[in-house]
């Protein structure tokens, strides 16, 4: 069988017989029935020798500014309302012999509009163009979609590496704080008990700071793919903001002028103190870096209003009331290249060593997790400004209670249920806990912890318990434990927890591991001493009515 011919592209021939060529006002009358009725366009024929338009729509005046009479009276008129940037473009489009499509923009008073232009020569018989037919749209809002569109799948990209990175984090997190404590507990026992002169003291000291800049490391990647456990509060931010400028001037230097500028009216916030100081140190820190050298920060907060929608680049902030605290420095600036990346996780423009690519992305995982917002404008050599959006809340800041007495003793003759699965954290807050003076009853188990409870003879005072186990949670077993140890008090400890903390154990004390010892022995003794509410008076059983006579 032979092989199947392909086809030829048609070739368009120019007809034997002489056309029927219409008059002037036939075509015009035929042209402007058409844009009325199919296009939506604007569209204009231009004679190329002469340059003189010989048809143009009605519409010319809504897509490019011009009407119809000034751009047959001169078919170079709307160049005039292009922008000065694009006009080059329109003129070689014009002079081009093929076709040509581009975009510019229109000036008009309200705004720029964008124009999307497309150009077809019409060519006689001989192949040479004499005619040109510009054909236009207003593409704004389309390109407005576009944007927009763009936009949202940037941030669904950049949601879902947080969340891959989240995840990663949160899946290690638990046993890597686990392996921290012992790292870190069992390094502090050792120099707790060696002499100052001893040989190995100063590289003992070094595992320990290699320790908690790892357990650092774990709470900035939870920290911004915001999983990690907060303790939020009403709070005074120019409070927390005053507390830090002492340490925030030594941290920064005394080449660099800080200024607080403080609003007296400020609403209070609901957020946790340590992870807004954070923020704080975090924007500070790279103040400073951007800086490298004489130049001034500006610390700044007020109440805030927004009526609707605010936008500040690709960063938008919804409307409400907010209390904004803004960062403002006199460095290096960034490019738009820069900003499109800063909160990135691992991201940095600093050199090897000088960074981990963190302090940004956990700045902004703190933030939105703490249900606020952050924008960010730079400009090279002028300059970074962040500004955080935290809403408002409603309620009375408490004071702060009294120092605590720094000699207060810390050890105790309580009974303590210690529940963790993991032998060697076990092992270590048990050693703690006994050498304090606690007599200890450990479980590596919540069926095991049950048992105990139900065998052992006498009061149990506290119970000391892992969140995240095989059998059941913490939380459950805090559950089923209570009605067999009435007047049981609760520490609950975590490497890290996925689960939302029930409503009942919100307010529960919360250790978040890694710890080192000292803090686990001042949690244990504020959570025996702390006082209990007193106990409501039974009601009283009614009188027996009198027997009539």
Not at 242 to 255: A, C, K, V
Request: aromatic share 6%; net charge negative.
């Amino acid at each position: 069988m032979s092989a199947r011919k392909k086809k030829k592209a048609p070739v368009l021939r120019a007809p034997k017989e002489k056309p029927v060529i219409p008059s002037q006002a036939d075509a015009t009358e035929l042209l402007t029935y058409l844009s009325v009725i199919v296009f939506d366009d604007v569209f204009w024929m231009l004679d190329l020798q002469s340059g003189r338009a010989l048809y143009a729509t009605p519409g010319c005046e809504r897509t490019l500014g011009v009407t119809q009479e000034q751009m047959l009276a001169d078919a170079r008129a709307w160049l005039e309302n292009v922008d000065p940037d694009d006009r080059e473009v329109v003129v070689e489009a014009m002079r081009a012999k093929e076709y040509k499509e581009f975009q510019v923009r229109i000036q008009w008073e309200e705004g720029p509009r964008w124009i999307r232009c497309r150009t077809y020569p019409v060519k006689d018989a001989s192949n040479t163009p004499y005619r040109l037919v510009a054909v236009a749209e207003d593409i704004t809002e389309r390109r407005e979609t576009q944007e927009a569109l763009k936009t949202s799948q940037a941030e669904l990209l950049q949601a879902q590496k947080m969340e891959a990175v989240g995840r990663l984090a949160g899946g290690v997190a638990h046993d890597f704080n686990n392996i921290l404590t012992v790292i870190l507990g069992y390094a502090e026992h050792i120099l707790e008990q060696m002499q100052e002169e001893a040989k190995w003291k100063n590289e003992l000291h070094q595992v320990k700071r290699a320790g908690e800049r790892a357990a650092s490391l774990t709470r900035q990647l939870l920290a911004f793919s915001r999983k990690q456990r907060l303790n939020p509060k009403l709070l005074r931010l120019n409070a927390i903001v005053s507390d830090m400028e002492r340490m925030l001037r030594r941290l920064i230097g005394d080449d660099i002028e800080v200024t607080l500028k403080l609003s007296a009216e400020l609403p209070p916030v609901h957020i946790d103190a340590g992870q807004l100081e954070q923020v704080v140190m975090n924007l500070c820190v790279n103040a400073r870096d951007a800086m490298d050298g004489p130049g001034k920060l500006l610390l700044e907060t007020e109440p805030v209003m927004l009526d609707g929608p605010s936008a500040c680049g690709r960063f938008s902030v919804p409307a409400g009331r907010w209390v904004r605290l803004t960062v403002q420095d006199t460095g290096c600036g960034m490019d738009a290249s820069v900003l499109d990346k800063i909160f990135e996780p691992f991201f940095t423009t600093k050199e090897a060593g000088k960074g981990t690519g963190l302090g940004l992305a956990t700045t902004m995982g703190i933030v939105k997790q703490s249900g606020g917002h952050i924008t960010v404008e730079s400009e090279k050599g002028k300059g970074t400004t962040f500004k955080i959006y935290l809403p408002q809340a409603d309620g009375v800041v408490e004071d702060a209670p009294a120092a605590a007495d720094g000699g207060k003793s810390l050890r105790g003759s309580e009974t303590v249920l210690l529940l963790e699965d993991e032998k060697p954290v076990r092992d270590l807050l048990r050693q703690t806990l006994s050498e304090a003076g606690y007599r200890v009853l450990e479980a590596g188990s919540p069926g095991e912890a049950l048992w105990l409870c139900e065998r052992h003879h006498g009061a149990i005072q506290l119970l000391i318990s892992d969140i995240v186990m095989r059998q059941m949670s913490g939380y459950d077993v805090a559950e089923k434990l209570e009605p067999l140890v009435p007047g049981l008090r609760i520490l609950f400890m975590s490497g890290y927890s996925d689960r939302p903390v029930p409503e009942r154990w919100a307010k529960t004390p919360f250790l978040n591991k890694p710890f080192p010892p000292i803090t686990f022995l001042e949690a244990v003794r504020t959570v025996l001493d702390e006082p209990r509410p007193p106990a409501e008076p039974p009601e009283a059983e009614p009188e027996p009515e009198a027997e009539s006579a």
